[in-house]
Each structure stands twice: as structure tokens, then as C-alpha cells.
């Protein structure tokens, strides 16, 4: 299939890193390695756009040009990517009906509450607008699923779980030993999170992770955090850090998406609040590599980590109970064992991106025009399986216990 795509919060070669654009970019290359064409049909940034007039006299000229690459390219589809009252969609609903295309979005979001405010009244309106228009809508968040159904009906939205590719962040034993001494750790435990430094709730979250282990740090507990990311606040949090944990802290930078197993490898637990998180990659990868998690039970978080089974969620703010989550996994390395192992196995169950996208893909190629759900109940479409991975497939032994645990579980001083 050809598709004209469109990402109106964030085009696909934005340069600062986020879970949105993980998520967009984890989409179009997927279905770019199934065979599909994906065309950029318009990079235009509508964030807040009802506050940036001067924006919009190029919306017209860019829905024209975008109905004429529809034509182009001969594309099937338009596939818009998230539109929401921040970011709403001025361009698909109008460009795939001059051309005369389904008009399809993936992470379209609806919240009525929006259209009580002033500020957010126009930008609900346009986003409601296209999700109106769209002949079929995909969410990744249950929560989404449930909103739309009071502006949709059932049968044009589907939920389709969130996912990545689980062996990217395989336990690597190698790279464990090695990071590991060169920071010098021994059997010291190791606590990673991970967050950009805007000034905003991801530096917010690094401040609470730092106050928290600063607390269990006078209490006498002995681990080493590393942080890995980097922004405006780095000054600032690097300041908090030396007072509250001396030297019990390494600042990693900005470490590239494909070298973050690594890290993950050397760490023990993974800490990370995540306020008003909407879902939260990071989260599935560091427990693809056999990670523990501690975070809030806010928002998607509980969508993509098994409360006491691949982790701890705490209410939000609630300092004791995220203070004493940490404490168990650092004083219980079985515990940190069995919870990994857990972790591991439910990102390859429930969050393996290859095999949640064939479903959206099997959607996607009985649209026609029709409703998509009687045309797969009449004839199920034919999937491609997806690309194999560079990685050896997991051994028994490994599909049992975990990779991690296997590898450490019998040495002491890992």
C-alpha cells in the first residue's frame, strides 16, 4: 500500500527525542519493512496553532499541495499521526477527501474538557473536526479507546496495544561488565532513569527521583544512580544531585536510542515517576532488558507496567511509599530477580511492536469502502511476518527464567 502520512504534533525528523516520536517513527518503520511506501505529505508544526496567526494562511496552500502528492503518488491512504487539541489535524480531513482517499489516524485523541476553556476552545473544535472525519481511528491507550467511543461509533476504532522491539534491548552480559567497571560499581546496585531535561514534568520527575534517593541515601542504603539525557535543567539537576548524593550519581548525557540496552544491562532497577505520562516507551524497554520498575499509578502508566508484577506504581506524590518501593527492590535482589523476569516476558507477550502492528496492518488493508469490520469478517486479509531480527532467538532456558536472571542469578558480585 501507499500512504500519504502526516504527523502534525511532531514531523518524523524532529530532532529532539520523545516517547511520541518513538512511537511515530516505530509505526512508519514498520510498515516501511513490510514493503508499504510511506510519503511525508506536509511537515507543518500545528502546536497551538490558534495562537500563531501568521500560520494560518499557509494552511490552504499546504491542504492543496498535500491533495496533489495524494494524486502523485497514487497513495491508498492518508494516515494522520496523533491530532489533538494541542495539535489538531488541518490538513488530512480536507486533502484525503478532495483526493478522494480514507482519511485514517493513529493516536487521535478526544477529552471534551477542552472545550470549556478559551484558551483550548479552538483547537478541540479542529481536532474534533478530524476525528469526525476519519473513517477509521487507532489508539494505543485504553484510555483514548474509551473517550473516542462517545464521539464514534465502536466499529471505526480499534486498540491496538503499544510495543517495540523487545531483542533492541536485550540483557547484554558484555556490556554489562563493562559499563560496570568503568564506573566502578562491584555488586554495588545500580538504579537508572531516564528522562529529557526540559524544564517541564520530565525535570520534574528527575527531582523527585534525586530528593527520594537522597532520603534512602541517609538512611544508609547503598546503590548508584545513573541518569542518562540531557537539556536546559542539566545545570540545575547536576546542582541537586551533588547535594543530595555526592558522588552516588552519574550523568550520562544523551545516549542514542540503539545504545540504550547497554545501560539498561548495567542497571538493576529502573526509577522514573512519570508524571501525567501518557504511556511511556521507556518503561517497555527497560523492562524488555529485565528491568524492575518503580513509578506513579498515573495516567497510561499502569497500560504498559504490571502493577507488583513487573514493578511497583505508587500514587502519585505519595514520597513514602515511592521511598519504600525503592527500598525493597534494593534490599531484596531476589525479588529485583523475579520481577525482571516478569517484566522481561510481558513486554515479549503483550508489547512485541511486529506482532501487535500485523493486527493494524490486517486492518489497514481491508479498508476500502467499506466498514472495516464486516469486510474481515467476510474475507481475513493476508499479513506479512515481520522481518527477522538480527538476534538469535531465545533458548529455552532464557524463555524460562529470563535472560538476566540466568546470566546473574548465580553470581554474587553481578
Do not use: C
Amino acid at each position: 500500500m501507499r500512504f500519504s502520512f502526516y504527523a502534525p504534533f511532531k514531523p518524523l525528523d524532529h530532532p529532539v527525542p520523545s516517547g511520541d516520536l518513538t512511537i511515530a517513527r516505530g509505526l512508519v518503520g514498520y510498515l516501511r519493512e513490510q514493503g508499504h511506501e510511506i510519503h511525508i505529505a506536509s511537515t507543518l508544526r500545528t502546536r497551538h496553532i490558534e495562537r500563531k496567526p501568521w500560520l494560518w494562511p499557509s494552511i490552504p496552500f499546504e491542504i492543496i499541495k498535500a491533495k496533489k502528492q495524494i494524486q502523485r503518488v497514487n497513495a491508498d491512504i492518508w494516515m494522520t499521526y496523533h491530532t489533538y487539541y494541542k495539535s489538531p489535524d488541518v490538513i488530512g480531513p480536507l486533502a484525503s477527501w478532495l483526493a478522494g482517499v480514507p482519511y485514517i489516524i493513529f493516536q487521535g485523541i478526544y477529552s471534551t474538557k477542552r472545550a470549556k476553556s478559551w484558551k483550548t476552545w479552538l483547537g478541540f473544535h479542529l481536532n474534533r473536526y478530524a476525528l469526525r472525519h476519519a473513517f477509521h481511528i487507532f489508539t494505543n491507550k485504553q484510555r483514548d479507546f474509551e473517550n473516542l467511543k462517545r464521539l464514534l461509533p465502536e466499529d471505526r476504532l480499534s486498540y491496538i496495544r503499544p510495543g517495540i522491539y523487545p531483542d533492541r534491548f536485550r540483557f547484554d552480559e558484555q556490556a554489562r561488565a563493562r559499563l560496570r567497571k568503568d564506573w566502578n560499581m562491584g555488586n554495588t546496585p545500580v538504579i537508572m532513569t531516564a528522562a529529557m531535561f526540559r524544564k517541564d514534568v520530565k525535570t520534574q520527575g528527575i527531582r523527585y527521583v534525586i530528593a527520594r534517593l537522597g532520603e534512602l541515601a541517609q538512611k544508609g542504603l547503598r546503590f548508584h544512580l545513573i541518569i542518562a539525557g540531557d537539556g536546559p535543567t542539566r545545570n540545575e539537576l547536576e546542582l541537586l544531585a551533588a547535594k543530595h548524593l555526592q558522588d552516588r550519581v552519574t550523568f550520562l548525557g544523551l545516549i542514542p536510542r540503539e545504545e540504550l540496552y547497554a545501560y539498561y544491562s548495567a542497571a538493576d532497577l529502573f526509577v522514573f515517576p512519570g508524571i501525567n505520562e501518557s504511556l511511556g516507551m521507556v518503561y517497555l524497554e527497560a523492562q524488555a532488558s529485565g528491568l524492575p520498575i518503580v513509578a506513579f499509578d498515573n495516567d497510561g502508566l499502569p497500560e504498559v507496567v504490571q502493577r507488583n508484577h513487573t514493578g511497583f506504581l505508587t500514587e502519585p506524590f505519595a514520597d513514602g511509599d515511592f521511598r519504600n518501593a525503592i527500598r525493597s527492590l534494593l534490599e531484596d535482589r531476589k525479588l529485583r530477580f523475579e520481577m525482571g523476569e516478569n517484566a522481561e516476558n510481558y513486554v515479549r507477550e503483550y508489547h512485541d511492536l511486529a506482532r501487535n502492528y500485523k493486527q493494524l496492518e490486517a486492518l489497514l488493508e481491508a479498508i476500502d469502502d467499506t466498514l472495516i469490520q464486516p469486510r474481515l469478517d467476510a474475507q481475513p486479509p493476508k499479513t506479512k511476518d515481520p522481518q527477522p531480527t538480527e538476534e538469535p532467538p531465545l533458548s529455552p532456558e532464557e524463555r524460562r527464567l529470563g535472560r538476566r536472571r540466568q546470566v546473574l542469578a548465580q553470581d554474587p558480585d553481578a
